[in-house]
Structures are given as structure tokens and as C-alpha cells.
Nanobody, 116 residues
């Protein structure tokens, strides 16, 4: 079955950097686009960005454009989210997600807290 597992969340100071990972299994990873979402306390889950199946294209929400970079390793079946110049408003639980055969799957999420 499809499984997604995020890791790398932590407490970081404003202006700092963090890299999240999403390890995938149970499907042919390299055949599917992947996405990162986040959900801050009291807010709806929102799209952070997405990456094409072959890693050849990415898109980002305006709030993270120029600061966050999504990449993937189709040999390791892992997607990454490099987060730079972090701001307190980036504090959220970060989720990776994939849509396989008309069903969307989510990981359990990893907490990112940006605070001094």
C-alpha cells in the first residue's frame, strides 16, 4: 500500500534553514508528481509547492517562492523540501502527498516551528 513518511521537522530560528524529507513506498514513485502542503494552527491546509514526476518542473506558492526548493530522488524514492530564510509564519505541520489511481495519500506530517 502507498505509504509516505515525512521527517526533518524541528525548531529553528528566524532566518534559518531546514530540509524536510518524504520517503515513499508502495507505488512507482518516479511515475507521479508529488506535492508539499502545510497546515498552521487554526488554518486550513495549504499548498506549498509541487514537483513533476521526473523532477523537471516545480511550482510554488507565492509565500515561499525564492526561499523554498522542492527536489526529488527517484532512485531513493524520496522527495525533499529545502527551506531557507525561514519566517515565523512558516510555522506549521508539513505534509507530503501524492495522488495515485484517483486517491490522494498523505503522510503523518512533520512539525516545523520558527521562533527565537
Amino acid at each position: 500500500q502507498v505509504q509516505l513518511a515525512e521527517s526533518g521537522g524541528d525548531l529553528v530560528q528566524p532566518g534559518g534553514s531546514l530540509r524536510l524529507s518524504c520517503a515513499a513506498s508502495g507505488f512507482t514513485f518516479g511515475n507521479y508528481p508529488m506535492s508539499w502542503f502545510r497546515q498552521a494552527p487554526g488554518k486550513e491546509r495549504e499548498l506549498v509547492g509541487a514537483i513533476a514526476d521526473n523532477g523537471g518542473g516545480t511550482n510554488y506558492d507565492d509565500s515561499v517562492k525564492g526561499r523554498f526548493i522542492i527536489s526529488r530522488d527517484n532512485v531513493k524514492n524520496t522527495m525533499y523540501l529545502q527551506m531557507n530564510s525561514l519566517k515565523p509564519e512558516d510555522t506549521a505541520v508539513y505534509y507530503c502527498t501524492v495522488r495515485v489511481e484517483n486517491r490522494r495519500f498523505w503522510g503523518q506530517g512533520t512539525q516545523v516551528t520558527v521562533s527565537s
